[in-house]
């Protein structure tokens, strides 16, 4: 669950409770980077649940990103020990803050993530060679899948069309998530492999 930063003194508290390990993150709702930034960061702390993360608006709260350099939202970062020990700025994946956040945490703060249901749905046809080296890949690495051919199914390549904004397959649609193509970097990510 992200923590919002309503106040100086909410800062300070954070600080108090959390003087081993906390994330911070500065977000602005006028920049559409923190927007993409802070869906990450939610799904990050879903998976993440023991993980002290604290959210500033920029906009409501105008001096806690001065007293930590932050000039650009989104910017997150990682306090260890009362000093900053990682900064990330820009949009990075919830798998990406994992990495680098969750992994420099001590270990009784972080914890595992929680296992999260995998809902995965192959959209193919049957002349894709990709299509079946996606199909291959998740057996391969014991995922389960629905598999749609899209050619026999014609109300379901609409939607995928209209979700993805393309008509080329595979498509995998992991949680909601799409995946153009037999993107294994994307694929391992979204599916944590």
Not at 59 to 65: A, L, N, Y
Not at 72 to 88: H, M, Q, S, W, Y
Not at 95 to 116: D, E, M, N, T, V
Not at 150 to 171: H, K, L, N, Y
Request: contains cysteine.
């Amino acid at each position: 669950m992200l923590n919002w930063i309503q106040s100086s003194q909410d800062m300070k508290a954070a600080q108090a409770e959390h003087k081993d390990y906390f994330v911070l993150a500065f977000w602005g709702d006028f920049s559409g980077a923190a927007q993409r930034a802070l869906a990450e960061l939610e799904q990050f702390a879903d998976e993440y649940e023991k993980l002290p993360i604290y959210v500033v608006d920029v906009g409501k709260v105008k001096d806690v990103h001065k007293n930590y350099n932050v000039e650009n939202v989104p910017t997150v970062l990682a306090i260890k020990d009362g000093t900053e020990d990682a900064r990330i700025e820009g949009v990075q994946s919830a798998a990406f803050y994992a990495r680098y956040l969750a992994g420099a945490a001590p270990s009784h703060i972080a914890g595992p993530p929680k296992q999260k249901t995998l809902r995965v749905t192959v959209y193919t046809s049957p002349a894709c060679p990709a299509c079946n080296r996606v199909k291959t890949y998740l057996k391969n690495n014991n995922i389960p899948f629905r598999s749609i051919d899209i050619s026999r199914d014609e109300r379901a390549a609409r939607d995928i069309a209209r979700r993805s904004g393309q008509q080329a397959v595979p498509q995998i649609d992991i949680n909601g998530r799409i995946v153009v193509g037999f993107d294994q970097n994307k694929l391992n990510a979204l599916l944590g492999i």
